[in-house]
């Protein structure tokens, strides 16, 4: 059912897999720590195309951190998830 929804895109694939290696890098994370990452509609009218981009990391037991940014993931950079980090922690 899923199916006729859910159409796989490689390059957003790709992207996903680099944005989760981005923030392992900077929060210098372990293999215990999961890093999920997700394009999802926003509400907002201000989000380009409509979508933004959020962040997960995730420790044994619950959500540590959580991260938006406008946009889909393919437009995602080291430097806009070193802002993210940078917004979160403070």
Do not use: Y
Request: glycine share 6%; with cysteine.
């Amino acid at each position: 059912m899923l199916g006729r929804w859910f159409k796989p895109d490689p390059e957003r694939d790709q992207a996903a897999v680099r944005v989760k290696a981005w923030v392992h890098e900077a929060l210098r994370l372990d293999a215990t720590t999961t890093v999920s990452v997700n394009e999802i509609e926003c509400g907002d009218p201000a989000c380009p195309g409509g979508v933004e981009t959020v962040i997960l990391v995730r420790g044994r037991a619950s959500v540590t951190a959580a991260m938006k940014i406008p946009g889909p993931i393919t437009a995602v950079t080291a430097a806009s998830v070193a802002d993210a980090i940078r917004s979160t922690a403070t």
